[in-house]
Nanobody, 118 residues
């Protein structure tokens, strides 16, 4: 059974930092491109940062470039999102996504809430 579990969300002050983590199980991790999405009420879910080709390429939303960094540890089946200089507009539910590079099948985590507020 494929499972993605996010952790690390919470309340943080503007300008602060937070690191999200996602652990995957039930899959061959190297066959998956990993990414982070976020969603706020009234808006579509958007790509924040992602890997393709099992970590060879990365891309970021313009709104987070220079502040967020995605990384992965294939030995641990984990992907991280390091978030710095957080802004209130970063408040959202953040989701981990695994995308099979051969079949295009995607799996989603349950989401973790990030709230940036003083």
């Amino acid at each position: 059974q494929v499972q993605l579990v996010e952790s690390g969300g919470g309340l943080v002050q503007p300008g602060g930092s937070l690191r999200l983590a996602c652990v995957a199980s039930g899959l061959i991790f190297s066959n998956y491109g990993m990414s982070w999405y976020r969603q706020v009420p009234g808006k579509e879910r958007e790509l924040v940062a992602g890997f393709s080709n099992a970590g060879k390429n990365t891309n970021y939303a313009d709104s987070v470039k220079g502040r967020f960094t995605i990384s992965r540890d294939n030995a641990k089946n984990m992907v991280y999102l390091q978030m710095a200089s957080l802004k209130p507009e970063d408040t959202a539910v953040y989701y981990c996504k695994a995308h099979n590079i051969w079949t295009n099948r995607a799996y989603w985590g349950q989401g973790t809430q990030v709230t940036v507020s003083s």
